[in-house]
C-alpha cells in the first residue's frame, strides 16, 4: 500500500459549488492531491437526509459537482471521485457506529442544530438527518482517512468522528480504524453576498464558480457592506464586511487590497470602489474556472465514466475497511 496519507472529502450534490467551497475545501484538495491519496466523495445519500422529497434535484446535481471538480483542477486521474450511495459498506459501517454514540451526544452538535433550526425542522427532524455526522464517520474511515480539508462548519463531524474512532478501538481493542484530523484553511467560513455568516447553497446567497458574467456582476454590486457606511466620507468597517473577505479571499495584489481597507476605514471610499475592484477580481479569478467547465460539460459521459471508475476504487478500499470491522467486532461469520 501506498506511504501517502489519505484525504477524504465531499459536497452534497444539492446544488453547483461555490466561493464557499473554493476557500474552505476545493482549493486544498487541488493542492495535496499530489502528495496525498485522495477521495472525493459526492454525498448523494447525505443529500438525501434533507431532500428526500426531491431525489432528481440530487441526482441531476451530481454531474453539476463533478464538473466543478474537474473545472477547478481536481484531476480524476490522480484523485478518485466517487458516488456515496453506490458504496454499500458505508451504511453498514454507519449502522454499526450508531450503536457506539448516544442520541444525546447526537443532539448537541452545534452544527446540526444550527441546521435543524435554519431548516425549521423543530422536533419534526427527519432521523437521517439527525445521525448525518455518523454516516460521515463511515465515511472518513472506510478509507482510512487522516486529513480531511474543510470549512469550520465541519470541525463538530470530525470531532465526532475522533468519538467514534477511539470508542471503537478501544470496545474491540484493535487499532483498524484511524483518527481523522480536520485541515482547516485560513479563511474557515466564507461569509454570503447578503452577509450572513456562512455563504451556503441552501441560504441563497452564493456567487457559484460557474455563474456568468452577468450573474456574477449583479450579485457583487447587491453585496452586503457596512451597513453604517452611508457616506463616502464616512468610516467604514473593514471587519466582517464581506467585500472585504473575498478580497482578502481571492485577491492578488495584497498591497493594494491592505491600501484599500485603510482608506475605508478612514473614510472617503465609497463601496462602488470597492465593489468593482472586487468584481475584476472574481471575474479574473472565475474565468478559467468556467471555461475549463465549459469544455468538460460537452462530454457529460466521460465524466460519469470518471465517476463509476473511481467509484469502483472506493468500493473495494471500503468493502476491505468492512471486513477489517467486522473481524475486529467479531462478527465476520461466514454462511
Ligand atoms: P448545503 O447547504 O446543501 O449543506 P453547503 O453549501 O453547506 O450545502 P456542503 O456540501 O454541505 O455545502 O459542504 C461541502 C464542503 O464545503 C464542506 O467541507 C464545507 O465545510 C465546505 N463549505 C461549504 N460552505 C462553505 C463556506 N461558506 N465557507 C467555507 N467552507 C464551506
Ligand atoms: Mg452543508
Not at 222 to 247: A, I, Q, R, S
Amino acid at each position: 500500500m501506498s506511504e501517502k496519507k489519505i484525504i477524504l472529502t465531499g459536497d452534497r450534490p444539492t446544488g453547483k459549488l461555490h466561493l464557499g467551497h473554493y476557500v474552505g475545501s476545493l482549493a486544498a484538495r487541488v493542492k495535496l492531491q499530489d502528495t496525498h491519496q485522495q477521495f472525493v466523495m459526492i454525498a448523494d445519500a447525505q443529500a438525501l437526509t434533507d431532500h428526500a422529497h426531491e431525489p432528481q434535484k440530487i441526482r441531476e446535481n451530481i454531474l453539476e459537482v463533478a464538473l466543478d471538480y474537474l473545472a477547478v483542477g481536481i484531476d480524476p486521474k490522480v484523485s478518485t471521485i466517487f458516488i456515496q450511495s453506490l458504496v454499500p459498506a458505508l451504511p453498514e459501517l454507519t449502522m454499526y457506529y450508531l450503536n457506539l454514540i448516544t442520541w444525546n451526544r447526537l443532539k448537541h452538535n452545534p452544527t446540526v442544530k444550527l441546521e435543524i433550526q435554519q431548516k425549521g425542522y423543530g422536533e419534526e427532524v427527519p432521523a437521517g438527518f439527525m445521525i448525518y455526522p455518523i454516516s460521515q464517520a463511515a465515511d472518513i474511515t472506510a478509507f482510512k482517512a487522516s486529513v480531511v480539508p474543510v470549512g469550520d462548519d465541519q470541525i463538530p463531524m470530525i470531532e465526532q468522528t475522533v468519538e467514534v474512532v477511539r470508542k471503537f478501538n478501544r470496545l474491540y481493542k484493535t487499532d483498524v480504524l484511524i483518527e481523522p484530523k480536520a485541515v482547516i484553511s485560513t479563511i474557515a467560513r466564507l461569509p454570503g453576498v447578503d452577509g450572513k455568516a456562512k455563504m451556503s447553497k441552501s441560504l441563497n446567497n452564493a456567487i457559484y464558480l460557474s455563474d456568468s458574467v452577468d450573474v456574477i456582476t449583479k450579485k457583487v454590486k447587491g453585496m452586503y457592506t457596512d451597513p453604517g457606511h452611508l457616506k463616502v466620507e464616512d468610516p467604514g468597517k473593514v471587519e466582517g464586511n464581506p467585500v472585504f473577505t473575498y478580497l482578502d479571499a481571492f485577491g492578488q495584489d495584497k498591497a493594494k487590497i491592505e491600501e484599500l481597507k485603510a482608506h475605508y476605514a478612514r473614510g472617503g471610499l465609497g463601496d462602488s470602489v470597492v465593489k468593482k475592484y472586487l468584481l475584476e477580481t472574481l471575474l479574473a479569478f472565475l474565468e478559467p474556472i468556467r471555461k475549463k467547465r465549459e469544455e468538460f460539460a460537452k462530454d457529460p459521459k466521460e465524466v460519469m465514466n470518471y465517476l463509476f471508475k473511481g467509484t469502483e476504487v472506493a468500493k473495494r478500499r471500503a468493502e476491505q475497511t468492512l471486513s477489517e470491522v467486522r473481524a475486529a467486532m467479531g462478527i465476520d461469520y461466514k454462511i
